[in-house]
């Protein structure tokens, strides 16, 4: 048996294209079922949906051979047991610094104050300011990152920007982009050699379906 590990919403729906191209459809989609383990048109081919930042775990305990995860959350994970041998191109965004509009936040960065960040990724807060030789205390939140300077309980937040909406919604403002992010496809060091022969042909159709959306 294949076990591949998705997370439902984005990082499910583009990975469907990629599986077709390996000749793999989902028996059911993760909306519509509470299953959490889903069949395939292959018989030795399972899906189990977990939580976006549970992927990497999963595939490094070899629970799942593969799966897919972004940048944002190998980087906190730490990428421990696993090859990353293919950036599937998807779920792109940047990982940035925002601020309340008006906040002024190259004055605090210079002025060399203890700031408070408030974000869901401390580890690449921690080494992005540390990098920077700024002192901060990091707050660490599990999602609406974006309310944090809104309501005083930081200065300033890391998190992920795609078209921008949502910081515009919130009076916030990008100060600094750390990173840009797509998801990678992430396979257990023992999988792929206990597991070859049924394994490399899949990734090589990951690989030519994301080369050809270059053509
Ligand atoms: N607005 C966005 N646009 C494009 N890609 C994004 C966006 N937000 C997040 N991503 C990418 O998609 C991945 C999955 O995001 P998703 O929102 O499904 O999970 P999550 O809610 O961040 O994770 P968890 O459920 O573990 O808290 C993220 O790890 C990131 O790489
Ligand atoms: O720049 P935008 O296009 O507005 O996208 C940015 C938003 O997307 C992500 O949240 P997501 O939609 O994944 O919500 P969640 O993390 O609460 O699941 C991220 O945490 C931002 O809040």
Redesign the pocket.
């Given at each position: 048996m294949i076990t591949i590990a998705l997370?439902?919403?984005?990082?499910f729906e583009e990975t469907l294209p990629l599986l077709a191209a390996a000749g793999i459809v989902p028996a059911e989609a993760p909306e519509s079922t509470r299953k959490l383990i889903i069949g395939t048109n292959q018989a030795d081919v399972q899906l189990i949906i977990v939580?976006?930042?549970?992927v990497p775990t999963y595939v490094q305990y070899g629970a799942a051979d593969l799966g897919v995860?972004?940048?944002?959350?190998l980087l906190e994970h730490g990428g421990q047991g696993l090859y990353q041998p293919l950036d599937l191109e998807i779920?792109?965004?940047a990982l940035m610094v925002a601020v309340k509009n008006g906040f002024d936040y190259e004055g605090a960065v210079k002025q060399g104050a203890r700031m408070r960040i408030a974000t869901?990724y401390t580890e690449q807060a921690k080494d992005h300011f540390a990098s920077k030789g700024v002192h901060v205390d990091l707050i660490k939140l599990?999602?609406s990152m974006e309310l944090a300077p809104l309501v005083g309980l930081a200065d300033a937040i890391v998190d992920?920007?795609?078209?921008g909406g949502t910081l515009k919604a919130n009076n916030l403002v990008a100060v600094e982009h750390i990173r840009e992010?797509?998801?990678r496809l992430v396979v257990n060091q023992s999988s792929l050699k206990l597991k070859h022969d049924r394994l490399q042909p899949m990734l090589d159709a990951f690989a030519t379906t994301v080369a050809s959306r270059h053509a």
């Open positions: 997370s439902k919403g984005r990082i939580r976006a930042s549970d995860a972004g940048k944002d959350v779920a792109k965004c869901k599990y999602g992920l920007v795609s078209t992010i797509s998801s």
